[in-house]
């Protein structure tokens, strides 16, 4: 199983979806970054990703993006293979 990195805060309704939908597919490990605890991790999490809404996930190296964007790939049959290690969903 790939590393699944996603900055978050602890309230966020999306965040918690994500983790939701992420587990479901059986995710197991999430690394979470909190933003709302340490504002360096913010900046950071903006530089990384160009955006500054949270969830912000990884898979490995690759971006995913928000919620939203992970719910894509799901509705469109990416997120498992790319779960199993398979080529980045482009």
Known sequence: ??????????????????????????????????????????????ERTGRRTVPQIYIDDFHVGGFDDLSALDREGRLVPLLSGGAAAT
């Open 1 to 46: 199983m790939p590393d699944v990195t996603m900055y978050c805060t602890a309230i966020c309704p999306y965040c918690i979806a994500a983790e939701r939908l992420l587990r479901a597919k059986g995710v197991v490990d999430i690394r979470k970054i909190r933003v709302d605890i340490e504002p360096a991790l913010r900046t950071e999490m903006t």
